[in-house]
Nanobody
Framework: QAQFVESGGGLVQLGGFLTLTCTAS???????????MAWFRQAPVKEREFVGR????????YYSESAKGRFTISRDNVKNKVQQQMNNLQPEDATVYYC???????????????????WGQGNQVTVSS
């Protein structure tokens, strides 16, 4: 099973911005195609939380309420890369971010983590005040 690698996280000041990038370990083009890709995040002792999802054709990107208006997800299907630009970062955004493909079940609009696969190690985002 393909696994994704997240990068681009780090320390940012309150109200600042970061861009996270998701790539696939290995070089199989089928890792991204023809799947939707999603970003999740998980704080300590909390459930992994859906952030946003971009279809393969990059039309109608769907965001959680917390991400809407501040985060932008994009993808490059030629380079097999998905990015999430995060603006106006707040303390609640400071956590570990993951990308995954899916949903893999019958519901194309699922935001449940169990419907996604390819989880990598995640990438830490820290927001300083």
């Amino acid at each position: 099973q393909a696994q994704f690698v997240e990068s681009g996280g780090g320390l940012v000041q309150l109200g600042g911005f970061l861009t996270l990038t998701c790539t696939a370990s290995g070089s199989s083009v089928r890792t991204f195609s023809p799947f939707a890709m999603a970003w999740f995040r998980q704080a300590p002792v909390k459930e992994r939380e859906f952030v946003g999802r971009i279809p393969f054709a990059a039309v109608s990107v769907y965001y959680s309420e917390s991400a809407k208006g501040r985060f932008t997800i994009s993808r490059d299907n030629v380079k097999n890369k998905v990015q999430q630009q995060m603006n106006n970062l707040q303390p609640e955004d400071a956590t570990v971010y993951y990308c995954a493909k899916g949903p893999m079940g019958t519901s194309c609009s699922s935001t449940l983590k169990d419907q996604y696969e390819g989880w990598g190690q995640g990438n830490q985002v820290t927001v300083s005040s």
